[in-house]
């Protein structure tokens, strides 16, 4: 595995919110790293580069639209996105794909992530799949325990699918076979999926906490909070079909009736007040089917959410200092 762990955007494509790009991860010296992952593991071969591995591309174009200036009034975090601290988060550019290695990029990514953390930065990633956050819980091996808060329409729990065991139908499964998951709260559950009664079976036998959308809407996202046990650390996966699709349009299997932008910046603030958050994904952007490109826009908005909720919590202060 010669290549770099990662690599610019693509030719044309700004960073993230103009962040600085740094490839460099043996010298990285950031608070947030962002990080795209376009590619998963496929389920045939139409799937090694599908309309997916756009999405880091995607957000990036559009991340002006979700934050527009440092200095701008942001009014879902009342105030400017770093609150007046000294914050650094960079760009990371993307995890390459070797088309004759198609094990490559997952090991490049986990390789990726764990330098993200050894360097006491957040990392939070955009694309592909939602097999993609496999090797990036893998790279949680020495930062746990964490809780797993997943948004998803689907359960994600195949064991294998085609005799792929990491792809997208996996990757809570996978984690619940690593030691440094504690638990995992599955938010948004409704409609159709992969997962038949065995792997429904599975979940609860392991002991996940599974909410559909009926019950969130019912109840409210802060029932939901209270669930999950205060002062953990916390991971959090949000598969864009797990999300209203009035918000999130652009996926490849859209159920309505999903999570509202107003219940996730509910979820994001709670969670970074309740522990720490200690990284996110959003995956599962499919750039074609986008409308208006809010899908990407959103996207945009639920990690400056992340961003600045955890500078007011004071996650940074003890590193800019």
């Given at each position: 595995?010669?290549?770099?762990?990662?690599?610019?955007?693509?030719?044309?494509?700004k960073t993230f919110c103009h962040f600085?790009?740094?490839?460099?991860?043996?010298?990285?010296?950031?608070?947030?790293?962002?990080?795209?992952?376009?590619?998963?593991?496929?389920?045939?071969?139409?799937?090694?580069?599908?309309?997916?591995?756009?999405?880091?591309?995607?957000?990036?174009?559009?991340?002006?639209i979700a934050c527009e200036g440092l200095e701008r009034w942001d009014f879902d975090l009342g105030g400017t996105l770093f609150d007046g601290q000294d914050i650094r988060?960079?760009?990371?550019?993307?995890?390459?794909a070797t088309p004759r290695d198609l094990d490559a990029h997952y090991l490049r990514a986990e390789a990726a992530v764990r330098k993200i953390l050894a360097a006491g930065a957040m990392p939070i990633s955009i694309g592909g799949d939602h097999g993609v956050p496999i090797p990036i819980l893998r790279a949680f091996e020495d930062h746990g325990p964490i809780h797993v808060i997943q948004i998803d329409a689907h359960l994600d729990w195949r064991d294998h699918l085609n005799g792929e065991t990491e792809g997208y139908s996996s990757p809570m499964r996978r984690a619940s076979e690593m030691p440094h998951v504690d638990r995992i709260f599955q938010i948004g559950l409704r409609c159709q999926g992969s997962a038949r009664k065995e792997e429904f079976e599975a979940?609860?036998?392991?002991?996940?906490?599974?909410?559909?959308a009926h019950e969130l809407h019912d109840k409210g996202m802060d029932a939901v909070l209270a669930r999950i046990p205060d002062?953990?650390?916390?991971?959090?996966?949000?598969?864009?079909?797990?999300?209203?699709?009035?918000?999130?349009?652009?996926?490849?299997?859209?159920?309505?009736g999903g999570v509202?932008?107003?219940?996730?910046?509910?979820?994001?603030?709670?969670?970074?007040?309740?522990?720490?958050?200690v990284g996110m994904d959003i995956v599962e952007i499919t750039p074609s089917k986008d409308v208006n490109e809010i899908t990407s826009i959103t996207a945009g908005r639920l990690i400056t959410n992340l961003i600045g909720a955890s500078v007011r919590a004071g996650y940074f202060r003890s590193q800019t200092a």
């Open positions: 595995m010669s290549d770099p762990l990662t690599v610019a955007p693509r030719s044309g494509c600085p790009l740094e490839l460099d991860l043996d010298a990285l010296q950031a608070d947030v790293a962002i990080l795209g992952l376009p590619y998963g593991r496929p389920y045939a071969m139409e799937e090694v580069t599908n309309d997916q591995s756009n999405a880091p591309t995607a957000v990036r174009q559009v991340s002006d988060v960079v760009d990371c550019g993307d995890v390459p979940a609860q036998a392991y002991g996940a906490d599974l909410t559909t002062g953990e650390r916390y991971y959090i996966t949000v598969d864009a079909d797990g999300m209203e699709p009035g918000v999130m349009p652009g996926v490849l299997v859209p159920a309505p509202t932008y107003t219940q996730m910046h509910k979820l994001i603030h709670g969670l970074v007040n309740k522990g720490k958050v």
